[in-house]
């Protein structure tokens, strides 16, 4: 074990859950043959046992013969020895394969997540993340455990059936046609199962995100009294969880009930037919007993092989989860050769939906899908790779630094930094900081602080509410004063009053450069020099918000849907 955990776990192969279990399966391939070898050899020394304590009857017992007796019972105790040894091994052997497994997703998901930085908390919930670390990886370690237990069962069966056909052909077909009928039976509970273990892990997900926003801002929740609130929906969304554990484990019991129950009555009929065969003298009762351990013997065989079939379809639902954070791609990089920045009062454009942000005006997107209008904006600003263009240059081909001076995107998931609040703010003169403030709507914020600017504020800022946190974000954005400045709604946490208040204060706060507000919010629209009407990621409308009203049922509908 002292060679874990790895430095490196590789390029992981994350086209689908399937090759993504394979590849982990491939890491482990000369352990894994390895232990598969002990597995197949502790199996079937299992298997031959009962055969020997047959033979230790018929020709120890019945005969009437001590030394045969002796002989055949030396003979089993040495089969014993061989199968604990080689279990001990296989043990070893496949523990080592679980950490190995394990630990490598959990250095996967940390690279990846080290990889995608910044862009992490806008592609996946936190909660996600940490179920990845904490379940899926226990999920992915006992697949490939139990790969050499599940070969060795298939091995072990193989031997039994074929001696019980040499023994007795109606018995040894009983057993051939039996084990598949009953793995059968068996697997059609798994489907269900790995639906609903899927849901039970997205709304664990959800819920430990929950838990964190909750915890994060509690002080806050406390001074406004939303503590209470809060906590209902984490109490009614955690019964919803517990529904789904409740739906997991019906299942989940059936399956188990199932695995014993058929094996059981399974080894009740053979008993009875080897029975039968002894009174007809077709078989000794050497081979009875043989014939009822190697029975017997069938029942954790088989749910070796049903616990395998579970533990490979949950294996594949966190395998799925795994994938979708691997297949994350980071923000784009710069160019080794970046093209000339195109000068000032640029027009920028985005091809795919056909947008164009023109310089000095106050455009507004609208769509239908809030998430439409959430990618325009990440195009626009290059957090992701796409055709986007200012003054006709690839936004791929310039120097991204340049370029973030010069576009800006402010989300509502960008943090406030801990510090005295006017270094929070970009440590801007207190002027440019109060006309920040004031067209944010946010100088009642910083009078109820203390020491006012110099207050020092907490890391989030958790001290402020959601809506004072937007408000504070926005006089940020404000004050660096970007050629272009893409704002996602801005206004979603704030009151109608103050949403009003900082509709009309935004146009003449950025007179003469080009600002884009993605929203659906009447008030701010009505305030927008131009608005986009965007559906299915296309711009269908273009008019003031008055025009789009007028002309356009879509529009209309998806803002007074919004107002009402």
Request: hydrophobic content about 50%; overall charge neutral; glycine content about 8%.
């Amino acid at each position: 074990m002292r060679d874990l955990p790895r430095n490196d776990p590789g390029v992981a192969d994350h086209r689908s859950a399937w090759r993504l279990l394979w590849w982990m399966v491939s890491r482990v391939r000369s352990k894994l043959a390895v232990s598969v070898l002990l597995g197949i050899v502790w199996m079937c020394s299992a298997a031959l046992a009962p055969a020997l304590i047959g033979l230790a009857v018929d020709r120890g017992v019945t005969a009437r013969d001590p030394g045969a007796l002796a002989t055949w019972s030396a003979a089993v105790l040495a089969l014993g020895l061989v199968q604990a040894a080689t279990g001990i091994l296989r043990h070893r052997y496949g523990a080592h394969n679980w950490l190995d497994t394990a630990y490598g997703t959990v250095q996967l998901t940390v690279r990846q997540s080290a990889r995608i930085g910044a862009a992490l908390p806008r592609r996946v919930s936190s909660g996600e993340v940490v179920s990845v670390g904490t379940s899926d990886i226990d999920q992915l370690g006992a697949a490939t455990e139990i790969v050499d237990r599940a070969i060795g069962a298939v091995a072990a069966i193989a031997v039994i059936t074929v001696i019980m056909l040499n023994t007795s052909t109606q018995l040894g077909l009983v057993v051939l046609i039996g084990v598949p009928l009953l793995l059968g039976l068996v697997a059609l509970l798994l489907r269900p199962l790995q639906r609903h273990q899927e849901a039970y892990r997205t709304r664990q997900g959800k819920l430990t995100t929950r838990a964190a926003d909750i915890v994060t801002g509690l002080r806050v929740l406390r001074g406004v009294g939303g503590e209470s609130l809060f906590a209902s929906g984490y109490r009614a969304e955690s019964q919803e969880l517990r529904a789904a554990g409740v739906r997991v484990g019906r299942i989940g019991a059936a399956l188990e009930a199932t695995q014993v129950v058929l094996p059981g009555l399974f080894l009740a009929l053979v008993t009875w037919l080897g029975a039968r065969l002894v009174l007809a003298g077709d078989i000794t009762a050497g081979q009875l007993v043989a014939f009822y351990g190697y029975t017997a013997f069938l029942v954790p065989l088989l749910r070796n092989l049903t616990e395998a079939a579970d533990k490979f379809a949950v294996a594949v639902v966190s395998a799925r989860r795994v994938v979708r954070l691997l297949d994350l791609v980071p923000d784009p990089a710069s160019p080794e050769r970046p093209a000339p920045m195109p000068e000032p009062a640029a027009v920028l454009a985005d091809p795919r939906s056909g947008l164009l942000v023109r310089p000095g005006v106050l455009t507004a997107i609208a769509a239908s899908d809030p998430a439409d209008a959430a990618a325009i904006a990440e195009r626009l600003a290059r957090f992701t790779d796409s055709e986007a263009r200012l003054d006709g240059v690839p936004l791929r081909d310039l120097d991204l630094d340049l370029l973030r001076s010069r576009v800006l995107l402010a989300e509502n998931e960008a943090r406030l930094f801990a510090g005295p609040l006017r270094e929070t703010l970009g440590g801007a003169e207190d002027a440019l900081i109060t006309a920040a403030l004031g067209t944010a709507a946010a100088e009642d914020i910083v009078d109820a602080l203390p020491e006012r600017l110099d207050t020092a504020v907490a890391a989030r800022g958790r001290e402020f509410s959601g809506g004072q946190q937007q408000r504070l974000r926005l006089a940020r954005a404000l004050l660096a004063d970007p050629e272009i400045l893409i704002l996602v709604e801005p206004t979603s946490a704030v009151d109608a009053h103050t949403e009003s208040r900082i509709a009309a204060r935004l146009g003449p706060a950025r007179a003469g450069r080009a600002t884009v507000v993605c929203t659906t919010s009447p008030l701010v629209l009505a305030h927008a020099d131009h608005v986009a009407y965007v559906e299915d990621g296309k711009v269908i409308a273009e008019g003031t918000h008055r025009e789009l009203l007028t002309a356009e049922p879509r529009y209309a509908a998806t803002v007074l849907r919004q107002e009402s």
